[in-house]
C-alpha cells in the first residue's frame, strides 16, 4: 500500500526542513527497501518495537518496517487558487496524496522572514484553507453546471446528484470544509472530485528547539483550533528533527532529554498520521525477515494477502493467525501453536492490529 502524506502550508514555515529530516530517517534506516522516488517524495518507516521481538524470537535474518511517503507540497500561497505563486502547480499534488499535514509556523525567529509580517498561526491556517477551499468550490461549481444538465433528462437520480452537489457547494460556500459535509453523495462521484478539504487534516505546529517540551502560546492556538475541529495536532521542531537526523543512537537518546523530551516529534507525527487514515498493521515473521504491513482498519484477510502479492489474494485458501501478545508470550509459532492460540481463519475474517500472520494461498 502506497500511503502518502502531504506537507502543506505557507512559504518559510519549515515544511522542507521537516521533509529533509524525514527523508533521512528513512534513508537511513538498516535495510530499508526503498529509495527517494523524486526530491520532494521521500519514504519514511513506520517506526514499530514488535518486529524487534519478532525478529530476536525467530531469528529472522532483517527487519522490514512499515513505511509512509511524505511528499514537501511547496507553493501554496495566498491567491494560489487563483494562479499566484506556484499557482496550481501544488493542487495536482495535493490531490494525490491521501491526508494532509498542515505545517504551521509557532516559531519565533527575526532571521527568517514572516510571509505574513509576524507569527499568527490561525491567521496562517485560514489563509491556506481558504486557497484549497476556493479552489474546492470551482470544482464542484463545474460539476454541479454538469450535473443540472444531465438532470434536465428528467432522471430523478440525476436530479437528485444535482441537488446533493448544490447543497455540497453552499456548504462549502459557508467556509466549511468537504469534510465536514455528511450528504448522501454516491461515493464514486466523491471520489471524483477529489476534493482538496475532503481529506483528513494533521496540523504540524513547528515551534523552536527548546520549546518542543512544552509548546508555546501559537502551538496551544493551533492544539486547540484542531480539538474544536476534531482534528489532530503535533507538535515538532523541524530544527530539532534535522539536528537528530545527524546523530547517532545514543546521541540521540542524549540530546532528547537535553531539551526535554523521550521520543521525537517525527515517531508522533508518524503515528498520528497512521491513525488518522485508519491504517492498522500486521505482521509476518520468518527465518528471512520480520515485517509490518498496512492495510486499512476492516480489512479482510484475503486483502491483506493481496497487499503481500496481488496473486495471494485471488488464490487465498486461509490465514494462519496469532495474535501478536500469543506470540510472544508462547515464545514463538511453535509454543503458540502449542498453547492453541494458533486460529484458523477463512475469507471474512477481519485483520486485527498485530496479528502475526501466516497466508496459505494456492499460487
Ligand atoms: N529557528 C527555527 N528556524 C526554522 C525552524 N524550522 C525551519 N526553520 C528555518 O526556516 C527557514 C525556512 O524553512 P523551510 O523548511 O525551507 O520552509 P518551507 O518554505 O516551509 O519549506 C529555513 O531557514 C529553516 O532553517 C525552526 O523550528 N526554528
Ligand atoms: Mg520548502
Known sequence: MSLSVGLVGLPNVGKSTLFNALSRAGAEAANFPFCTIEPNVGVVPVPDTRLDTLAALASSARIVPAAMRFVDIAGLVEGASRG?????????????????????????DPDVIHVRGGIDPLGDIEIVETELLLKDLETVAKRLERSRRSARSGDTALQREAEL?????????????ARTWHGELAPAVRRELSLLTDKPVLFAANVAEDELASGNAASAAVTAFAQERGDVAVLVSARVEAELAELDAEERTEYLSSIGVTTSGLERLIASAYRLLGLITFLTVGPTE?????????????????????????????????????????????????????????REYLVADGDVIHFRHNV
Open 84 to 108: 499566484e505563486g506556484l499557482g496550481n502547480q501544488f493542487l495536482a499534488h495535493i490531490r494525490e496524496v491521501d491526508a494532509v499535514c498542515h505545517v504551521v509556523r509557532c516559531f519565533e
Open 290 to 346: 520480520a515485517r509490518a504491513w498496512t492495510v486499512p482498519d476492516g480489512a479482510t484477510a484475503p486483502e491483506a494477502a493481496g497487499t503481500i502479492h496481488t496473486d495471494f489474494e485471488r488464490g487465498f485458501i486461509k490465514a494462519e493467525v496469532i495474535a501478536y501478545d500469543d506470540y510472544v508470550t508462547g515464545g514463538g509459532e511453535a509454543g503458540a501453536r502449542e498453547a492453541g492460540r494458533l486460529r484458523i481463519e477463512g
Open 165 to 177: 452537489i448544490a447543497s455540497l457547494a453552499e456548504h462549502l460556500e459557508g467556509g466549511r470544509t
